[in-house]
């Protein structure tokens, strides 16, 4: 039975902060900071232009970097605040709040984060939630622990029950539990009335076994973003285009077929013969904007006008993600939007 007095509010929804946290020496971005760097400085930025930016950091001299270095590229300082906590790295989509909302009421949702499966020590990304109530940061809401591994990144909300997923993340973290089961597992702790499974859809250099906001995003008036691949020799054509068969079937709450929006598909990039995982759908909504990662490649600016058809009356602004995707995420595996009001005044 779902919980009627809560739901699960779509990322288009007014917000009121997003949360990243700083890489530092300690962190897997140890051998190319600097290059990232530059990555967390355009993204901090922009997101202090249209909303406030809540800046994890592992220390005081980290935070003075981080103030350094925004300073430096013009951010708005005013807009960014820094919370001291330990990490084990920058995947705040994963390891962070997954914020349930209703009648004034917010319920932090703290899944077990395991690392994606066991891949890597996730001990203190765990405890982040905890540690970030602890701090005082949300004020008043109810801060729920669940041991069930899910990550942020796994699921899409449209803010109205329906949530979108993929059968491969959530049967590799839970190989021992049907489909039916986990699908009354998410709707209990999500509030949903009703989940949308894709059985389709991967990318190489991808470490979270297909998670779907690296394939497939839910947007305003029943549409779907979605990375296509239009090129027949690549590895992963026959694969997402069975994916997009299976997103053409899918329907609305009412029946309705939803609308699509196919992304273009980036020429391959590689690190020393690793193929990494460039999607253009990993793309972060903020009020008022809609942040997109860039690859430096050609049809950088195709994707994002693509992605702004969709989410219209919203300035697109274009972040350079190449030195993330060296750590297989892209621009929303880094950030955690909160929505309006969760926050302690």
């Known amino acids: 039975m779902t919980d009627t007095t809560l739901r699960l509010p779509a990322e288009w929804e007014p917000q009121a902060a997003v949360l990243v946290a700083w890489p530092h ?3 897997d971005w140890a051998d190319r900071l600097d290059a990232v760097e530059t990555t967390y400085v355009a993204l901090v930025t922009a997101i202090a232009r249209f909303s406030t ?11 003075d970097r981080a ?3 925004l300073d430096a590229n013009g951010a708005d300082l005013a807009r960014v605040r820094f919370v001291a ?3 084990d790295d920058t995947w ?4 962070g709040p997954i914020t349930l909302t209703g009648d004034g009421a917010f319920r932090l949702n703290d899944f077990r984060f395991t690392g994606w499966g066991g891949k890597f020590e996730a001990s203190r990304d765990d405890a982040i939630v905890e540690g970030l109530v602890e701090r005082g940061l949300f004020g008043d809401a109810t801060h729920r622990a669940i041991d069930f591994a ?8 449209d803010g109205r029950g329906t949530i979108l997923t993929t059968w491969r993340c959530l049967h590799l973290r839970h190989p021992a539990l049907s489909r039916e089961e986990i699908t009354a597992t998410l709707r209990a702790t999500l509030a949903a009335e009703r989940v949308l499974w894709l059985d389709h859809g991967y990318l190489e250099g991808d470490d ?9 995003r839910l947007a305003p008036d029943d549409a779907i973003v979605y990375q296509g691949c239009d090129d027949p020799t690549d590895s992963h054509h026959a694969e997402l285009a069975a994916m997009a068969g299976e997103l053409a079937a899918l329907r609305t709450a009412d029946g309705r077929p939803y609308t699509l929006h196919a992304l273009p598909w980036a020429k391959p990039i590689l690190d020393d013969g690793r193929r990494l995982a460039a999607s253009y759908a990993n793309y972060l909504i903020v009020d008022g904007a809609v942040l997109v990662p860039a690859y430096g490649d050609a049809v950088d600016d195709a994707a994002a ?3 702004g058809r969709a989410h219209p009356g919203r300035e697109i602004v274009p972040i350079p993600c190449r030195p993330l995707i060296w750590q297989n995420g892209s621009l929303h595996c880094v950030t955690m939007q909160l929505p309006a009001g969760v926050l302690a005044s």
């Open 92 to 95: 705040l989509r994963d390891s």
């Open 208 to 216: 979270t076994d297909a998670h779907i906001d690296t394939l497939a």
């Open 85 to 87: 906590i330990a990490y």
């Open 67 to 69: 103030t350094r270095l």
């Open 150 to 157: 899910l990550e942020g990144g796994a699921i899409e909300s």
């Open 25 to 27: 020496a300690d962190t």
């Open 305 to 307: 006008r693509i992605i």
């Open 53 to 63: 930016a809540i800046v994890c950091v592992a220390d005081e001299a980290l935070r």
